[in-house]
C-alpha cells in the first residue's frame, strides 16, 4: 500500500472514497476501531466544507511514521473564496451549526494537531495529524 | 419538529440504513450512518435515544436475518455502524468538556478578581478613611465647640461609607477565609450564629488540602445562607456542618432538627429568599449538585457536591 494517497473532492462519492483510504492507512498505523472513526470523521467534516464553500478540493492522506510511534497526516486543500476570519470560523457556534460543537472547532478536537490557513480568494488547506498512542 | 417525530423519522432512516450496510458492509453505508448521526444531533436528540434507535434496528436486522450464520455475521459488524453514528456526539461531547474547562477558568478569574476588589475595598480603602478619620479629629480640636457639629456629620456619613465598604468586601470574598482558612472561618461562623441567635453549631472539617478559592468561597456562602436560614426560620436546637473530601469532590452538608420543609413545595415555596437560588447557581457553575432532604423526622440536611476536576 502507497504511503501517500490523493483523492479529488467533487461530489459526495468522494467523500466516499476519501474515507475508505484515510481508513485503510488508520488499519495500518494500528489505530483502533474508534480511532479510526475519529479520523473519517475529520475527513468527512472537511470535505463537507469543500463541497459546501469551494464546490471542489483535494484530501491527502499519508502515513506517518516516527520513531517507533505511527499515525496518519490529512491535508484537505481547496482553492475557494477563503477564510476572511479564521478566529471566528474556529469559535463553536459559528456558522448555522447551532453549536454543537462540530464543524471545524470540533474536527480541531478529534486530532492531535491541526492547522489551518487561509487567504481570502486563494483558498484554504487544514493540516491534521494524529499520533496513535496505544503502540 | 418535536424530539418524538424526530426520533422516529430518524429512526425509520436508520433502521434502513443498517440494513443497507449489514448486507453490503462498505464505506457508503458508513457515511450513511455518519450523517444520521450527524442529523441526529441538529435535530436534539440525544445520544441515548440514538443508542435505542440503534438498539431497536439490530433487532430488526436480526428479525430479518435467514439463519444463525448471518445473524452471527449481523452482531459483529453493527457496532461500526454503530460507532460511526455516535461519532458527531463524541465531538459534542468534546466540546462540552472544553467548555466546562474554559467555565471553570473564568470562575477562578472571576473570583481572583472578587478577591483584589474585595482586599482593595477592605484594606486600601479602610485605611484611607481611617486617616481621614484622624484629619477630622484633628480639625475639629482646633474649632470651637459650637461649629463642629457639621463636622459631627461628615463623620457620621464616613462611619456609614465604611460599613458599605466593609459589607460590599465581605460579599465579594470574606477575609476571613484568606486570614484564617476555610475551617477556622467555619468554627467562627459557627461561633457567632450560636451567640447571635443561640443555636449551638457544631462544625467538622475534614480535607485534604487547600481547595481552590471558588470552592471555599461556595461552600463558605453555602454553609452561612444554610445556618442562617436555620437560626432564623426553622425554629432548630442544633445545627452541623461537615465538610469532606471524598475521591474526587468536596462534600458539605449542613443538617439541623428544626421545621424541616413541605414535601410538596420543596426547597424554593417553604424556604423563600434569593439565597438557596443563589447556591444552586454557584454551586451549578461549578459542575457541582444541591441536594435538599429531611434531617430523620425533621430537621433539613442541605448537601451539595462540587467535583475537584471536571
Known amino acids: 500500500m502507497p504511503n501517500e494517497v490523493r483523492v479529488k473532492i467533487v461530489s459526495h462519492a468522494d467523500i466516499v472514497a476519501a474515507r475508505q483510504e484515510a481508513r485503510a492507512l488508520a488499519i495500518e498505523a494500528g489505530f483502533s476501531l474508534c480511532d479510526s472513526t475519529l479520523i473519517t470523521t475529520a475527513i468527512s467534516e472537511m470535505s463537507r466544507n469543500v463541497l459546501e464553500y469551494a464546490q471542489t478540493g483535494e484530501v491527502t492522506i499519508s502515513l506517518l511514521r516516527n520513531g517507533t510511534k505511527s499515525g496518519v497526516k490529512i491535508v484537505v486543500q481547496d482553492c475557494g473564496p477563503g477564510i476572511a476570519d479564521i478566529g471566528q470560523v474556529m469559535q463553536d457556534g459559528y456558522s448555522s451549526r447551532k453549536g454543537m460543537g462540530i464543524g471545524l472547532p470540533g474536527t480541531k478536537r478529534l486530532m492531535d494537531e491541526f492547522e489551518i490557513r487561509s487567504k481570502l480568494g486563494n483558498g484554504t488547506t487544514v493540516t491534521m495529524k494524529k499520533w496513535n498512542w496505544n503502540q | ?40 444531533l441538529s435535530e436534539g436528540l440525544g445520544v441515548l435515544e440514538l443508542a435505542t434507535i440503534h438498539s431497536s434496528a439490530v433487532a430488526t436486522a436480526l428479525n430479518c436475518a435467514p439463519d444463525g450464520d448471518e445473524r452471527e455475521r449481523f452482531l459483529s459488524t453493527h457496532t461500526a455502524f454503530f460507532i460511526e453514528a455516535l461519532s458527531p456526539f463524541e465531538m459534542g461531547h468534546r466540546a462540552f468538556r472544553d467548555a466546562n474547562a474554559i467555565l471553570r477558568r473564568m470562575n477562578d478569574m472571576l473570583e481572583g478578581q472578587a478577591k483584589r476588589i474585595a482586599y482593595a475595598l477592605h484594606s486600601e480603602a479602610g485605611q484611607l478613611l481611617a486617616s481621614l478619620h484622624m484629619e477630622l479629629a484633628n480639625t475639629a480640636r482646633d474649632l470651637p465647640p459650637e461649629k463642629t457639629t457639621h463636622l459631627t456629620k461628615i463623620r457620621e456619613t464616613l462611619l456609614e461609607i465604611e460599613n458599605r465598604l466593609r459589607n460590599l468586601s465581605h460579599e465579594l470574598r470574606p477575609p476571613v477565609l484568606d486570614d484564617l482558612g476555610l475551617a477556622a472561618a467555619l468554627a467562627l461562623m459557627a461561633q457567632g450564629v450560636s451567640s447571635r441567635w443561640g443555636l449551638p453549631v457544631i462544625v467538622t472539617v475534614d480535607l485534604k488540602g487547600d481547595l481552590p478559592a471558588v470552592i471555599e468561597n461556595t461552600v463558605y456562602r453555602t454553609a452561612q445562607e444554610a445556618l442562617t436560614n436555620a437560626a432564623k426560620h426553622s425554629g432548630a436546637n442544633r445545627a452541623e456542618v461537615r465538610v469532606r473530601q471524598s475521591d474526587r469532590k468536596v462534600v458539605c452538608s449542613v443538617r439541623d432538627d428544626g421545621n424541616g420543609f413541605d414535601d410538596t413545595g420543596g426547597l424554593r415555596k417553604s424556604r423563600p429568599g434569593l439565597g438557596l437560588t443563589e447556591i444552586k447557581e454557584r454551586v451549578g457553575a461549578l459542575g457541582g449538585i444541591v441536594r435538599l432532604a429531611r434531617n430523620g423526622d425533621r430537621g433539613t440536611d442541605l448537601r451539595i457536591e462540587i467535583p475537584l476536576d471536571i
Not at chain 2, 418524538?4 to 434502513?16: H, M, P
Not at chain 2, 448486507?23 to 450512518?33: F, N, V
Open chain 2, 1 to 40: 419538529m418535536s424530539n418524538l417525530a424526530a426520533a422516529i423519522k430518524v429512526g425509520e432512516r436508520y433502521q434502513n440504513a443498517l440494513l443497507e450496510y449489514l448486507a453490503a458492509p462498505e464505506e457508503t453505508a458508513l457515511l450513511g450512518g455518519y450523517d444520521l448521526g450527524r442529523r441526529a
